[in-house]
């Protein structure tokens, strides 16, 4: 319970803060994503349940915010709770090779659809180009500049919420 309610205050923060504080922070065309970077961190965290309640709630609060429909972001952070969860179970443990993997796949298909939807949908004239250049990849370098510290806010956020269960040993 506490985690639930703990986590829709945090994901307003985060969509607060990305919409009025980091959307104003610009290199080249590029911006980071908060949520994707919170997503991405929670979902590989070991001991904090993975629902899909965050994503779409995530997705409900960015597209509020944003011009571009909710479901787009639905698409891109399902996508990076997928991965992630798979990661979590599979491979890495919460390492962060992983965290940063889902970032990146993350951050270029949640952009890659953004491009595809304005070309394609609203027939902005787009070059694919000029976009990876001015956008995709200032965005990129921006979100791996605050992966750490928003990992470490996670990390500590998840811990306080979802504590790790203490083996007995008989």
């Avoid at 992966?147 to 008989?170: G, R």
Wanted: no cysteine.
């Amino acid at each position: 319970m506490m985690a639930s309610l703990s986590g829709l205050v945090v994901l307003a923060i985060v969509a607060a803060l990305q919409s009025a504080i980091v959307a104003q922070i610009h290199l080249l065309q590029g911006t980071a994503d908060l949520m994707l970077l919170t997503l991405a961190a929670w979902y590989l965290h070991e001991n904090a349940p993975a629902s899909w309640v965050w994503a779409v709630l995530a997705a409900l609060m960015v597209g509020t915010l944003s011009a571009l429909p909710w479901w787009l972001y639905l698409l891109g952070y399902g996508a990076v709770a997928v991965l992630a969860m798979l990661l979590r179970r599979r491979l890495w443990r919460g390492a962060f090779l992983a965290y940063f993997t889902v970032v990146l796949v993350g951050a270029l298909l949640t952009h890659l659809l953004t491009f595809a939807y304005l070309r394609f949908i609203h027939n902005v004239p787009l070059g694919f180009g000029e976009a990876f250049n001015l956008v995709v990849l200032p965005s990129l370098l921006l979100n791996l500049l605050f992966a750490l510290p928003i990992h470490s806010l996670v990390d500590e956020w998840a811990n306080l919420t979802a504590p790790a269960e203490e083996e007995t040993v008989p």
